[in-house]
Protein backbone atom coordinates (compact mmCIF):
# COMPACT_ATOMS: atom_id res chain seq x y z
CA UNK A 1 0.00 0.00 0.00
CA UNK A 2 1.31 3.56 -0.65
CA UNK A 3 1.91 5.64 2.05
CA UNK A 4 -0.15 8.88 0.12
CA UNK A 5 -2.56 7.88 -2.55
CA UNK A 6 -4.27 10.21 -4.85
CA UNK A 7 -6.89 10.05 -7.69
CA UNK A 8 -4.97 12.00 -10.84
CA UNK A 9 -8.59 12.78 -11.97
CA UNK A 10 -8.33 14.85 -14.60
CA UNK A 11 -11.45 16.56 -12.87
CA UNK A 12 -13.49 19.12 -15.13
CA UNK A 13 -16.15 21.25 -13.57
CA UNK A 14 -18.11 24.39 -14.57
CA UNK A 15 -16.67 27.56 -13.69
CA UNK A 16 -18.74 28.20 -10.05
CA UNK A 17 -19.04 24.89 -8.63
CA UNK A 18 -17.60 23.19 -5.53
CA UNK A 19 -14.45 21.16 -6.19
CA UNK A 20 -13.43 18.30 -3.83
CA UNK A 21 -10.20 16.73 -3.62
CA UNK A 22 -9.26 14.10 -1.41
CA UNK A 23 -5.98 11.89 -0.85
CA UNK A 24 -5.93 9.01 1.94
CA UNK A 25 -2.63 7.85 3.48
CA UNK A 26 -1.60 4.78 5.52
CA UNK A 27 1.18 5.95 7.71
CA UNK A 28 -0.45 7.15 10.92
CA UNK A 29 2.84 8.68 12.36
CA UNK A 30 1.69 11.81 9.91
CA UNK A 31 0.94 14.86 11.99
CA UNK A 32 1.49 17.53 9.26
CA UNK A 33 -1.02 17.83 6.03
CA UNK A 34 -0.60 19.85 3.43
CA UNK A 35 -2.21 21.26 -0.16
CA UNK A 36 -0.38 22.95 -2.87
CA UNK A 37 -0.93 24.35 -6.32
CA UNK A 38 0.67 23.72 -9.22
CA UNK A 39 -0.03 25.36 -12.69
CA UNK A 40 1.85 24.16 -15.76
CA UNK A 41 5.72 24.98 -16.14
CA UNK A 42 5.65 25.86 -12.25
CA UNK A 43 6.82 24.99 -8.78
CA UNK A 44 3.93 23.97 -6.60
CA UNK A 45 2.73 27.14 -4.57
CA UNK A 46 1.66 26.53 -0.80
CA UNK A 47 -2.53 26.85 -0.17
CA UNK A 48 -2.97 25.39 3.03
CA UNK A 49 -0.84 24.08 6.15
CA UNK A 50 -3.40 22.31 8.96
CA UNK A 51 -1.80 20.17 11.92
CA UNK A 52 -3.17 17.33 13.10
CA UNK A 53 -7.31 17.08 12.88
CA UNK A 54 -10.01 19.56 12.01
CA UNK A 55 -10.75 22.12 9.37
CA UNK A 56 -8.97 25.39 8.50
CA UNK A 57 -10.41 27.59 5.96
CA UNK A 58 -8.76 30.46 3.71
CA UNK A 59 -11.26 32.40 1.71
CA UNK A 60 -12.75 29.69 -0.83
CA UNK A 61 -10.90 27.10 0.43
CA UNK A 62 -10.95 24.80 3.51
CA UNK A 63 -9.17 21.86 4.18
CA UNK A 64 -9.93 18.99 6.37
CA UNK A 65 -8.36 16.83 8.26
CA UNK A 66 -9.38 13.11 9.34
CA UNK A 67 -6.91 11.03 11.07
CA UNK A 68 -9.57 8.39 12.51
CA UNK A 69 -10.18 7.32 8.48
CA UNK A 70 -6.30 8.68 7.17
CA UNK A 71 -8.36 10.53 4.97
CA UNK A 72 -7.72 14.61 4.01
CA UNK A 73 -10.02 16.91 1.66
CA UNK A 74 -9.41 20.28 0.08
CA UNK A 75 -12.65 22.72 -0.82
CA UNK A 76 -12.72 25.05 -3.38
CA UNK A 77 -16.15 27.11 -3.50
CA UNK A 78 -17.39 29.45 -6.22
CA UNK A 79 -14.42 27.52 -8.12
CA UNK A 80 -13.00 30.03 -11.29
CA UNK A 81 -10.79 29.40 -14.37
CA UNK A 82 -7.35 30.51 -12.78
CA UNK A 83 -8.28 27.59 -10.32
CA UNK A 84 -7.15 25.04 -12.85
CA UNK A 85 -3.93 23.52 -11.99
CA UNK A 86 -3.08 20.33 -10.62
CA UNK A 87 -3.51 20.08 -6.76
CA UNK A 88 -0.91 17.99 -4.61
CA UNK A 89 -1.67 16.84 -1.40
CA UNK A 90 1.41 16.30 0.94
CA UNK A 91 2.14 14.97 4.23
CA UNK A 92 4.76 14.65 7.35
CA UNK A 93 5.24 13.00 10.37
CA UNK A 94 5.50 14.67 13.44
CA UNK A 95 9.54 14.43 14.93
CA UNK A 96 12.95 15.57 13.58
CA UNK A 97 12.48 13.60 10.20
CA UNK A 98 12.15 16.85 7.57
CA UNK A 99 10.90 13.81 5.26
CA UNK A 100 7.69 15.04 3.09
CA UNK A 101 5.50 12.77 0.87
CA UNK A 102 3.47 14.07 -1.70
CA UNK A 103 0.61 12.40 -3.43
CA UNK A 104 1.27 12.14 -7.29
CA UNK A 105 -1.52 15.13 -7.79
CA UNK A 106 -5.14 15.74 -9.24
CA UNK A 107 -5.11 17.53 -12.38
CA UNK A 108 -8.22 20.17 -12.30
CA UNK A 109 -10.32 22.17 -15.38
CA UNK A 110 -13.00 24.91 -14.34
CA UNK A 111 -14.78 25.60 -17.48
CA UNK A 112 -16.12 28.90 -17.85
CA UNK B 1 10.48 39.80 -2.72
CA UNK B 2 10.56 36.75 -0.69
CA UNK B 3 11.90 33.86 -3.13
CA UNK B 4 13.90 30.47 -3.78
CA UNK B 5 15.62 30.98 -6.59
CA UNK B 6 17.33 28.20 -9.02
CA UNK B 7 19.70 27.93 -11.65
CA UNK B 8 19.64 27.21 -14.43
CA UNK B 9 16.09 26.77 -16.06
CA UNK B 10 16.99 24.37 -18.60
CA UNK B 11 20.22 22.40 -18.88
CA UNK B 12 20.92 19.57 -21.62
CA UNK B 13 24.06 17.41 -20.85
CA UNK B 14 25.96 14.84 -21.46
CA UNK B 15 26.40 11.22 -19.40
CA UNK B 16 29.12 11.37 -17.01
CA UNK B 17 29.62 15.11 -17.09
CA UNK B 18 29.44 16.96 -13.64
CA UNK B 19 26.84 19.17 -12.83
CA UNK B 20 25.62 21.37 -10.21
CA UNK B 21 22.17 23.02 -9.64
CA UNK B 22 22.13 26.31 -7.43
CA UNK B 23 19.53 27.27 -5.17
CA UNK B 24 19.13 30.06 -3.16
CA UNK B 25 17.04 31.44 -0.94
CA UNK B 26 16.35 35.01 0.94
CA UNK B 27 13.76 34.22 3.44
CA UNK B 28 16.73 32.96 6.26
CA UNK B 29 14.48 29.71 6.47
CA UNK B 30 16.36 27.00 8.43
CA UNK B 31 14.89 24.22 6.25
CA UNK B 32 15.52 23.29 2.50
CA UNK B 33 14.77 20.60 0.26
CA UNK B 34 15.27 19.08 -2.94
CA UNK B 35 12.87 16.85 -5.23
CA UNK B 36 12.75 15.79 -8.59
CA UNK B 37 9.30 15.71 -10.24
CA UNK B 38 8.59 12.61 -12.60
CA UNK B 39 5.59 11.81 -14.58
CA UNK B 40 3.23 9.01 -13.39
CA UNK B 41 5.73 8.97 -10.11
CA UNK B 42 4.81 12.58 -8.52
CA UNK B 43 7.22 14.61 -6.28
CA UNK B 44 10.16 12.33 -4.69
CA UNK B 45 12.56 13.69 -1.95
CA UNK B 46 16.35 13.71 -2.51
CA UNK B 47 17.56 15.58 -0.15
CA UNK B 48 17.01 17.71 2.94
CA UNK B 49 18.58 20.10 5.38
CA UNK B 50 17.68 21.05 8.55
CA UNK B 51 20.14 23.69 9.47
CA UNK B 52 24.41 24.78 7.97
CA UNK B 53 26.31 21.13 7.31
CA UNK B 54 23.15 19.13 8.82
CA UNK B 55 21.74 17.21 5.59
CA UNK B 56 19.89 13.72 5.55
CA UNK B 57 18.40 11.66 2.46
CA UNK B 58 15.28 11.60 1.44
CA UNK B 59 14.05 9.29 -0.69
CA UNK B 60 15.85 8.85 -3.94
CA UNK B 61 19.32 10.20 -2.72
CA UNK B 62 21.56 7.81 -5.07
CA UNK B 63 23.68 9.51 -7.77
CA UNK B 64 23.03 12.96 -5.80
CA UNK B 65 25.11 15.03 -3.43
CA UNK B 66 24.64 18.24 -1.54
CA UNK B 67 25.72 20.70 0.86
CA UNK B 68 24.69 23.35 3.26
CA UNK B 69 27.82 25.36 4.14
CA UNK B 70 25.45 28.67 4.41
CA UNK B 71 21.80 28.98 5.41
CA UNK B 72 20.75 30.54 2.30
CA UNK B 73 22.27 28.55 -0.27
CA UNK B 74 21.87 24.27 -1.12
CA UNK B 75 23.30 23.32 -4.35
CA UNK B 76 22.54 20.31 -6.08
CA UNK B 77 25.52 17.93 -7.33
CA UNK B 78 25.31 15.14 -9.92
CA UNK B 79 29.05 13.49 -9.90
CA UNK B 80 28.27 11.37 -13.15
CA UNK B 81 24.94 12.26 -14.33
CA UNK B 82 22.76 9.40 -16.06
CA UNK B 83 20.01 9.90 -18.51
CA UNK B 84 17.59 8.19 -15.88
CA UNK B 85 18.46 11.38 -13.98
CA UNK B 86 16.24 13.41 -16.72
CA UNK B 87 13.32 14.96 -14.87
CA UNK B 88 12.16 18.14 -13.54
CA UNK B 89 14.01 19.53 -10.00
CA UNK B 90 12.71 21.93 -7.49
CA UNK B 91 14.42 23.22 -4.70
CA UNK B 92 12.08 24.40 -1.24
CA UNK B 93 12.62 26.06 1.48
CA UNK B 94 10.39 26.85 4.70
CA UNK B 95 11.12 28.80 8.21
CA UNK B 96 10.65 25.69 10.91
CA UNK B 97 8.36 23.35 11.48
CA UNK B 98 4.85 25.17 11.32
CA UNK B 99 5.63 25.88 8.15
CA UNK B 100 5.00 24.68 4.48
CA UNK B 101 7.35 24.64 1.62
CA UNK B 102 8.46 27.73 -0.69
CA UNK B 103 9.50 26.16 -3.89
CA UNK B 104 11.45 27.75 -6.97
CA UNK B 105 10.58 27.60 -10.05
CA UNK B 106 12.08 24.58 -11.21
CA UNK B 107 15.23 23.09 -12.99
CA UNK B 108 14.63 21.13 -16.19
CA UNK B 109 17.30 18.59 -16.45
CA UNK B 110 17.88 16.42 -19.36
CA UNK B 111 21.09 13.77 -19.67
CA UNK B 112 21.83 12.60 -23.07
Known amino acids: QKEVEQDPGPLSVPEGAIVSLNCTYSNSAFQYFMWYRQYSRKGPELLMYTYSSGNKEDGRFTAQVDKSSKYISLFIRDSQPSDSATYLCAMKAQGGSEKLVFGKGTKLTVNP | EAQVTQNPRYLITVTGKKLTVTCSQNMNHEYMSWYRQDPGLGLRQIYY???????DKGDVPEGYKVSRKEKRNFPLILESPSPNQTSLYFCASRAGANYGYTFGSGTRLTVV
Open chain 2, 49 to 55: SMNVEVT
